[in-house]
């Protein structure tokens, strides 16, 4: 089955507009080629409306935010949903700052979205209004563990019943759900975490499969996650090999993506269905 | 003669002023390097009109529209104008919204430009008003063919004829033609459709040719594409022969960029002169 | 001692705030976590403030100026130093535009920099008022030798008088001067100039060591200045061994920054302090 979700990517080559920053913006448009579907990066207002209705799906990214964009993201979000197009939304440091925070709840009132995906400290922010996270990354307190795994699917679901959408926390353990069932994911390898984007580019990859499975969208979200994981303990591989760093294994990664096959995707993947 | 095209931009060091997009202006800064130009990337209006009489050569990339970029097109491109400076068009994704193939008219009627290059779908929509690309990509309908060559060569001329510019059309086969004379490229690899940017390299290159040869400006043209693609070529060895992907690949065509001699360009290059 | 500095780094993990340009953003960002410290990369005057409240330290860069942009440059740098934050100035271009030398003027009248890091051609116009450098590259005029070393010494102390910054100028030698002492970096490969964003990866690490060791300003300055040289040599070692060229060098100079360790800093570091 998330074979299936990745050669329907292949072959469907969906168009993907991605609202994105300028910082991981090259690497988004080159994981969005990699798994099968075609990029658009555009974030200007004037046109946003048109671009939410000719792409087969949307993402929106708050990493560099600016007025400007925050209008071409409702605009382009509502259009987008107006054509029933699944959107992403990735609130990239929402804890950082009021403007963040603020931003992230009038995307939600504003926009119906299908999928959140962020860090636990960034869904925390936006699930409950709390602004506690340091920058981008999630505060080390935060920190998704066995032991508080029970209580993040618990909150996860909760923002999924409220919001409607299917909801993704990425860290060391990955969860992924939505009201009724969880896939909590064990891919993915430490290194990760020293490469700028993998967020971002893990938003991409979502939107994407979401767009090429429209019927299927916990699952498509579930194999977005495992694809990225599973790609970035294969990228680390060949770092280790060759005596790279983390530039040389961002593009192993994006690399990996481009060779993923169906297949390989079913039997690296490392996940449990609850 | 392509050989020397090259050796001429190595020797004359040409600063090329980029006014483009978010997404690849790191690779297009990098592949203007590659070449042995000197790029600057700013798109500030309030600089615009020192920076084109201060470069060698302009190029103009709608990759990521807003309508202060425009006006920093618009002043630069007037002012590299007035200093006889060669000015290169990139209408990326003309056909995908009523925003760009408005801003491309515009660009069109203000700026003299040296050459216009772009995919069959972008040169259609800017030189007759079509507008039914869908994304950056050229629709799979448009795809330049042995079949429809004559025809779309009769098209290129036409516009060439009423812009006064060198075209240039980049597909599986290269266009590249004035009123005149006609260059069919058969260089460059598939794989170059996985990587996002390579247009906008390519319109880079383009700048950076001119400017240094500023006489022989279809020659010039012809050179930056058969070098793109040839270093496509060399790019998609690599990648194979260490088994990377997409990300990889672009990398190793800006590092042939960087290794190509005169002597290599020559040799390498697939083309027939009508 | 360069060894311990780059060690703090890595054991303090500081924020560090870039307010930079989007052509070097990403390398900017992947450099920043190469090194140990965690990057936030925000322009947004909406949040400049809390930005600079929350950082550990600020870089701000001027490579794609803007009104907006620089009002966050304002914004962030008083809020930043008001918590006592170390802040540094990269002046990308300083001499290219009018504009770029007027800002330069307004940032340095309004922020008590921590560090000043520039090519020879763009410190000169802004500690001098002179405006004759061509794009973004120093002028061949201006390259420090082994000539004009002394003089330029003279001139970077001298403005370290009048602005209490530490100053640094990259060139085939470095200096990294206070009022007292200087140090003479002959760390660097010429491979450099030809890899987009040298400087303005350095302006990061920069601001990255200074924040983990705001006691050693100068020390830190010139570890993070050694750090770039040395890796750039480095990386030549590894481009020419795999015969790529400059993408390729620009990957294997993140690399070497993310596996460098204190010890061979100290070994490699090739500098004079008097």
Known sequence: MLGEILENVRERTPLIQNITNYVTANDCANITLACGASPTMSDGEEEAEEMG??????NINMGTLHPRSVKAMLLAG???????????LDPV??????????????????????AIRGNISEIKTISGGRNS????????????????????????????????????????VDIVTDTKNTYIIRNGHPVMAKITGCGC???SLTAAYLAANPDRKLEAVAAAVITMGLCGEKAYE???????????????????????TGRELERGAKYELR
């Open 133 to 172: 996270s340091k920058g981008v990354d999630a505060d080390a307190a935060d920190a998704v563990t066995e032991e508080n795994l029970e209580k993040t699917i618990a909150l996860a679901r909760d923002f999924s019943g409220r919001t409607g959408a299917v909801i993704a926390i990425s860290g060391a």
């Open 53 to 58: 209705r000719l792409c087969d799906g949307l």
């Open 238 to 260: 060949k770092m280790t090999e060759e005596n790279s760093g983390n530039a040389g294994c961002r593009n192993h990664l994006i690399d990996e993506v481009y060779k993923l």
């Open 93 to 114: 440091g929402a804890g950082a700052s009021t403007y963040r925070r603020e931003t992230a709840e009038e995307l939600l009132r504003e926009i119906p979205f299908t």
């Open 201 to 203: 580019m893990l938003s």
């Open 78 to 88: 509502k259009s987008a949903a107006g054509f029933g197009r699944p959107i992403v």
